[in-house]
C-alpha cells in the first residue's frame, strides 16, 4: 500500500463499521480486555460536547458485579410494581445476568448556560461511539433503556443522583450466535432539501 492509498483505506475501513454495525443480546464471553475498554472509552469521549463539560459518566457492570446490580433492578421493580411474581424476578435476573458485561452511560449534569438537553445529547452521542467502538474491534453490544434505566433508585446506585440521568445501559460481549438481519430503511425516506419556509 503506498501513502496515498492509506487515507482511503482507512476511510473505507471507517465506514464499514458504521454500515455494518447490529445491535444483539446473544452475548457470551469474552469481553473486552482493559486495553480495549480504554480504547472504547476514548471513543465515547469523541462525542461533541458543547461548552466542554465533559458530561460523560461510564459505569463498568461485570462479574459478580452483575448479581448486586440484578439486586438493586429487582428492588426498585418490585416498588413500582408490589405485584411482581417470582417468575417475574426470575426472568428480569436473567435478563442481566445472561450479558457478560454492561456499561452503564450517563451525563453529569451541569446547571448552567448549556442547556440540559445538550448534555443528555452529548452522553447519548458517546454511547453510539462506544457501541461503534465495540462493534470495531470485533465485539457486539445492544443500547437498552426503559423503567429500570430511568429509575431514579437505579440511578442513584450506579451515582447517578438527580440531576445527573443514564441514558442508556449497554450490553458488551461477543456474539453467541448472528440474529436475522433486519431491514434497513431507505435514507431517502428521511431526507430533504430545504429551499425555503415551508408552507
Request: charged residues 20%.
Amino acid at each position: 500500500m503506498t501513502v496515498s492509498e492509506a487515507p482511503g483505506a482507512s476511510r473505507d475501513a471507517a465506514l464499514d463499521t458504521l454500515l455494518t454495525r447490529t445491535s444483539n443480546n446473544m452475548l457470551i464471553e469474552p469481553v473486552p480486555s482493559e486495553q480495549d475498554l480504554e480504547v472504547i472509552f476514548r471513543a465515547g469521549t469523541r462525542a461533541p460536547d458543547h461548552g466542554r463539560l465533559r458530561p460523560w459518566r461510564f459505569v463498568v457492570i461485570k462479574g459478580d458485579a452483575r448479581q448486586e446490580f440484578v439486586k438493586v433492578v429487582q428492588a426498585a421493580a418490585k416498588a413500582r410494581n408490589p405485584a411482581m411474581t417470582e417468575k417475574d424476578m426470575t426472568m428480569l435476573a436473567a435478563k442481566f445476568l445472561n450479558q457478560p458485561m454492561i456499561i452503564a452511560v450517563g451525563t453529569k449534569m451541569t446547571i448552567g448556560k448549556i442547556p440540559e438537553i445538550e448534555q443528555v445529547l452529548s452522553a447519548g452521542a458517546a454511547a453510539m461511539n462506544i457501541l461503534n467502538a465495540i462493534h470495531g474491534l470485533g465485539y457486539a453490544g445492544k443500547w437498552v433503556t426503559g423503567d429500570n434505566c430511568y429509575d431514579p433508585t437505579v440511578n442513584a446506585a450506579l451515582g447517578f443522583k438527580a440531576p445527573d440521568k443514564m441514558v442508556g445501559l449497554i450490553y458488551v460481549g461477543t456474539e453467541k450466535m448472528k440474529l436475522p438481519a433486519m431491514e434497513r430503511p431507505n435514507p431517502a425516506d428521511f431526507v430533504s432539501e430545504w429551499t425555503g419556509p415551508v408552507a
